[in-house]
T-cell receptor, first 114, second 114 residues
Framework: GQQVMQIPQYQHVQEGEDFTTYCNSS?????IQWYKQRPGGHPVFLIQ?????EVKKQKRLTFQFGEAKKNSSLHITATQTTDVGTYFC??????????????FGSGTQLTVLP | DSGVTQTPKHLITATGQRVTLRCSPR?????VYWYQQSLDQGLQFLIQ???????AKGNILERFSAQQFPDLHSELNLSSLELGDSALYFC?????????????FGSGTQLSVL
């Protein structure tokens, strides 16, 4: 079945440093979504990318979808303590038809040291 | 507030018991998903319902079952509970009217099996 891997699993950064998490799927995705889960909270949708090679920005966050639609990245510039949490990528395989099962990556847990 | 309501928030029970987790989706959402999140684990997809019908099945154990009722709320039934079933169970909902399957998560039910 489809597997979605994320690296790194954990990342500690000093406040103000940049952070990047990478997401790789074993199958081609119809789209890629990113979610953030704060400690003790629930996943919250951040963004969706649909087109091959698409890049989207949200303030200090930059999201990229690979040309082959099998990988993605999230880059945070100048991290702040409010960025703390686990970042998940998720995507339905392009071949899943109407089922559109959303498989989540393993997540990257970001800790920002003040 | 995502608009997705899950009850109860916490559940403590013993091995061998049966519990029912409840989820009310956002107003207008026809699709409900159940995910399991164990300690330091990602989000494991269990099952999806759309407008009362099972749409997709993930790694759901035979001891687990779910259903979606005419009013679109959903219940996840866990029986013959084992210690390893202790986890955070999330319900999520989406419109599923287009290729955009953005999920809205509830705050989860923390299940502790003692």
């Amino acid at each position: 079945g489809q597997q979605v891997m994320q690296i790194p699993q954990y990342q500690h950064v000093q406040e103000g440093e940049d952070f990047t998490t990478y997401c790789n799927s074993s199958t081609t995705l119809s789209n890629i979504q990113w979610y953030k889960q704060r400690p003790g909270g629930h996943p919250v949708f951040l963004i969706q990318l649909v087109k091959s090679g698409e890049v989207k920005k949200q303030k200090r966050l930059t999201f990229q979808f690979g040309e082959a639609k099998k990988n993605s990245s999230l880059h945070i510039t100048a991290t702040q303590t409010t960025d703390v949490g686990t970042y998940f990528c998720a995507g339905p395989p392009i071949s899943s038809g109407s089922a559109r099962q959303l498989t989540f990556g393993s997540g990257t847990q970001l800790t920002v040291l003040p | 507030d995502s608009g997705v309501t899950q009850t109860p928030k916490h559940l403590i029970t013993a091995t061998g018991q049966r519990v029912t987790l409840r989820c009310s989706p956002r107003s207008g959402d026809l699709s409900v998903y159940w995910y399991q999140q164990s300690l330091d684990q990602g989000l494991q997809f269990l099952i999806q319902y759309y407008n009362g019908e099972e749409r997709a099945k993930g790694n759901i154990l035979e001891r687990f079952s779910a259903q979606q009722f005419p009013d679109l709320h959903s219940e996840l039934n866990l029986s013959s509970l084992e210690l390893g079933d202790s986890a955070l169970y999330f319900c999520a909902s989406s419109e599923l009217r287009s290729t955009n399957e953005k999920l809205f998560f509830g705050s989860g039910t923390q299940l502790s099996v003692l």
